[in-house]
């Protein structure tokens, strides 16, 4: 689910700081192949939201490109990442 939320880039660190930050990305064929689709789903609109989510991207614990991935790929790749931390 695209989220972005505030214009504030370090927004995600002051309302609740995470544990643990994992940025799942995607690009927009991914993302209209997986039926994102319809008012604001242009490039225009991705790059926004890459903008927007910068500083979470730079300061995240785990970034996953997921546009050539399976949904069960990115669950084992995260859930990978994720017992490396035990």
Do not use: K
């Not at 930050?21 to 927009?28: A, C, G, N, P, R």
């Not at 242009?42 to 890459?50: K, P, R, V």
Request: hydrophobic share 35%; aromatic share 10%; proline share 5%.
């Amino acid at each position: 689910a695209a989220q972005e939320h505030s214009y504030v880039p370090d927004m995600w660190q002051r309302l609740n700081p995470p544990d643990l930050l994992i940025y799942l990305d995607v690009t927009l064929r991914s993302a209209r192949e997986r039926g994102r689709s319809g008012m604001g789903w242009t490039q225009a609109y991705l790059d926004e939201q890459h903008w927007r989510l910068r500083h979470a991207r730079a300061h995240c614990d785990f970034y996953l490109p997921t546009s050539d991935l399976t949904e069960e790929q990115v669950l084992a790749e995260t859930l990978a990442f994720l017992r490396q931390l035990e």
